[in-house]
């Protein structure tokens, strides 16, 4: 299956599963009253506004490249999962000012019945299976966009927890703990908020890549028999892909074929991690006289052959 067809299609299941829950906390909210259930069904709320924004954003993400986008429009991905914290924020604002105000007044509804506490394990149950499946989703596609989502659901197993404690201390007797519950649950929207924010935004400002994949990439430029080093290399995230360059040392006996051989076998090699999109190589002939120290790829270089010795 393409990666196109892989995350429209979790985007669409995310969308019909939040949608779900949306409808039975709500009509389950109507019934008891319950603050927990109430601000979980917000929350469902939101992460349905989200997912729907979610299909939208991987619609246009997954389209193929054009005249104006030559790369595609996979960059688009990162701004899609900072509108997915808005989103998240302004949930739990609504859902911790609820519960303020209910623990303020001093007067929380005692929940009734058994349904508030089903619907919170069965929403449990579901956000953990989104949760794993929106994970090996975004590690199979390199999606930032489902990555979020992911971390959305892993975080709502806890706050339906947290709601489920408080329905259950409502229910024997403890009224308070229902609005206090509420509580947890926006504390856990917000910081659902955070994170997203924190894994977009070193797509968008171009930072490095994690240190095991720096050290991939010098591995395998330095794996090719021909290459005697290699110096100012620069891996950077443009969008949730990896652009690479990097200037190879090569004897200046090659003719220009087999430099360009050289060239492009190195560059494929290091394209062929799934999380890069592009590599640039410069060979540099020794008789130029740009071989240089580069002291990080010498880091890099001794990192790798101590974890080869362990």
């Given at each position: 299956?393409?990666?196109?067809?892989?995350?429209?299609?979790?985007?669409?299941?995310?969308?019909?599963?939040?949608?779900?829950?949306?409808?039975?906390?709500?009509?389950?909210?109507?019934?008891?009253?319950?603050?927990?259930?109430?601000?979980?069904?917000?929350?469902?709320?939101?992460?349905?506004?989200?997912?729907?924004?979610?299909?939208?954003?991987?619609?246009?993400?997954?389209?193929?490249?054009?005249?104006?986008?030559?790369?595609?429009?996979?960059?688009?991905?990162?701004?899609?999962?900072?509108?997915?914290?808005?989103?998240?924020?302004?949930?739990?604002?609504?859902?911790?000012?609820?519960?303020?105000?209910?623990?303020?007044?001093?007067?929380?509804?005692?929940?009734?019945?058994?349904?508030?506490?089903?619907?919170l394990v069965a929403s449990g149950?579901?956000?953990?299976?989104?949760?794993?499946?929106?994970?090996?989703?975004?590690?199979?596609?390199?999606?930032?966009?489902?990555?979020?989502?992911?971390?959305?659901?892993?975080?709502?197993?806890?706050?339906?927890?947290?709601?489920?404690?408080?329905?259950?201390?409502?229910?024997?007797?403890?009224?308070?703990?229902?609005?206090?519950?509420?509580?947890?649950?926006?504390?856990?929207?917000l910081y659902t908020g955070v994170?997203?924010?924190?894994?977009?935004?070193?797509?968008?400002?171009?930072?490095?890549?994690?240190?095991?994949?720096?050290?991939?990439?010098?591995?395998?430029?330095?794996?090719?028999?021909?290459?005697?080093?290699?110096?100012?290399?620069?891996?950077?995230?443009?969008?949730?892909?990896?652009?690479?360059?990097?200037?190879?040392?090569?004897?200046?006996?090659?003719?220009?074929?087999?430099?360009?051989?050289?060239?492009?076998?190195?560059?494929?090699?290091?394209?062929?991690?799934?999380?890069?999109?592009?590599?640039?190589?410069?060979?540099?002939?020794?008789?130029?006289?740009?071989?240089?120290?580069?002291?990080?790829?010498?880091?890099?270089v001794g990192r790798r052959v101590?974890?080869?010795?362990?």
């Open positions: 299956m393409s990666r196109r067809s892989a995350l429209r299609r979790v985007g669409l299941l995310v969308l019909g599963a939040n949608l779900l829950l949306v409808a039975a906390k709500g009509g389950v909210y109507y019934w008891t009253g319950s603050l927990a259930v109430g601000s979980e069904a917000v929350n469902s709320l939101a992460d349905s506004v989200y997912s729907f924004v979610i299909v939208a954003g991987l619609y246009l993400t997954t389209r193929p490249p054009d005249f104006e986008h030559p790369h595609g429009h996979e960059r688009i991905e990162p701004f899609v999962s900072l509108f997915i914290a808005l989103g998240i924020f302004a949930a739990g604002g609504a859902v911790l000012y609820q519960a303020g105000t209910a623990l303020v007044d001093g007067s929380p509804e005692v929940s009734r019945g058994p349904a508030a506490a089903g619907v149950i579901i956000k953990y299976v989104l949760y794993r499946y929106c994970l090996r989703a975004s590690e199979a596609n390199n999606s930032p966009a489902l990555a979020a989502t992911a971390v959305d659901n892993r975080n709502d197993i806890l706050t339906a927890s947290a709601a489920l404690v408080g329905v259950l201390g409502s229910l024997a007797g403890y009224p308070i703990l229902d609005p206090l519950a509420a509580v947890v649950v926006a504390v856990g929207i994170e997203v924010v924190r894994d977009n935004v070193d797509y968008l400002v171009g930072a490095a890549p994690p240190e095991e994949l720096r050290v991939e990439i010098i591995r395998r430029a330095l794996a090719h028999p021909d290459v005697e080093g290699a110096h100012d290399v620069i891996a950077h995230y443009v969008g949730p892909e990896i652009d690479v360059s990097l200037h190879i040392e090569v004897e200046g006996d090659r003719t220009l074929l087999e430099a360009h051989r050289i060239e492009t076998e190195v560059a494929q090699s290091i394209s062929a991690l799934p999380e890069v999109d592009e590599a640039f190589v410069h060979v540099d002939p020794k008789e130029a006289g740009e071989w240089k120290p580069d002291d990080e790829v010498n880091r890099l101590r974890d080869d010795e362990e």
